[in-house]
């Protein structure tokens, strides 16, 4: 088998190429004795039709009960066995695996590791519990009242495109998939096709190097064509939603249009979410929460994803306070526009973020996720290095200049209004 070998940075990192599609990072630590792994494959949610929505999510989670060769209850007491930790998760733009375990026992764990990913038996009787959880989860969403203007959020802003579906799918669709289904969907979404593996660690390279070599070689991509990734598309106009439940509070959210993470804008956007809503420094938080009372929290955020995001302001209030929140956060939203940051507000918003990025990659298994997820979304895993000298680049200028662009697009709002049903007394 052919490979192709490249030092990708002179101190510790590797990266080989094979030719089923691929990408193996591996970046040597010796400041402790965990191995941790971590998996990204393209697709996930986003491939996912309308129809099928909650697939992924599904397939994910009933991968680990049971392969062709062992039981769920197997798997569990070889992983305890070994001190493993291991997980399946689907994400909007990727599917991902990863675990880790201390260095001495990494080769009967990516065994395991292997054995999971492709070689899933999808037992009947786990489907349906898996099903019956994920029918549960979808339930209780609309028990908590972010969850609820959250998707209605998303349904406004991104429309039919699947970012705008909520990442469990619907009672309706994930009722109606079936086991077969899941054997389809991992045939064709399971692929080595850009797929991105990472591992942090100290192991013996040589024999470690084999043994990834033998999972490629395993790891065939499926003649089944992939999913195409449609494009979002933003609405042309403002759009005000209201939806109408049984909480204790109200809610809003205010959102625009937002670059995808592929964008030369994405760290200054990052830093916009930091000094508007990041902490309780920031003028939402220290406006309409402290000086106001107008909410219980106040924040913003802005997620990374490969086709589009958006930049959205949130507010949970007193349902007597709706109207007034309102009016402080979109007073607070045009007063940051209008003028620019001062050099000390900027200077903190960079130190909270660098401050936050480097204290998230204490572990090798968070430093194997962010190589991963650079690389997944385009940016090359050498990203990781760059954003914090990216983000202490950005000046007051470029801030009110994004600002204003994002400010500047039609945008959506999201009301959720308290409302207690009436009791007749017969």
Known sequence: MTAVLSSARADTTSVREFPNGLKWIHRTVSHNRILAFQLFIPGG?????IERSGLTQLMTATMVKGTSSRSALVLAQEMEMLGASFGVDAQPDAMAVGGQVTGDKWAKTFDLFEDVLLRPSFPEAEVEKERAALLNAIQTNDEHIFNVAEERFRKEMFGAHPYGRPDEG???SVSTLTREDLVVWHKRQVSPRGAVLVTVGKVPLSAFSKRVEAFARAWRASDLLGA???SVSYPSANRVAEEKKVFEQSYL???YPAPSVGSSTYPAVKLLN??????MSSPLFRVVREEGTLAYEVSSFYPSRRKGSSFVIYAGMDPKNLGLAEEKVRSVLADFVAHP???QDLEDAKNYIRGHFLMDHQTNGRLAWYLGWWE???KGYAYDTVYPADISKITGEEIARIAKEITSQPSVTVRVISHR???VTP
């Open 376 to 378: 997944l979304l385009g």
């Open 341 to 343: 940051v001062s050099a």
């Open 421 to 423: 049903p009436v009791l």
């Open 170 to 172: 619907t009672e309706k």
């Open 253 to 255: 959210m205010v959102g």
């Open 228 to 230: 195409q990734e449609a």
């Open 45 to 49: 949610a986003i491939h996912e039709p």
């Open 274 to 279: 930091a000094l508007l809503g990041g902490g």
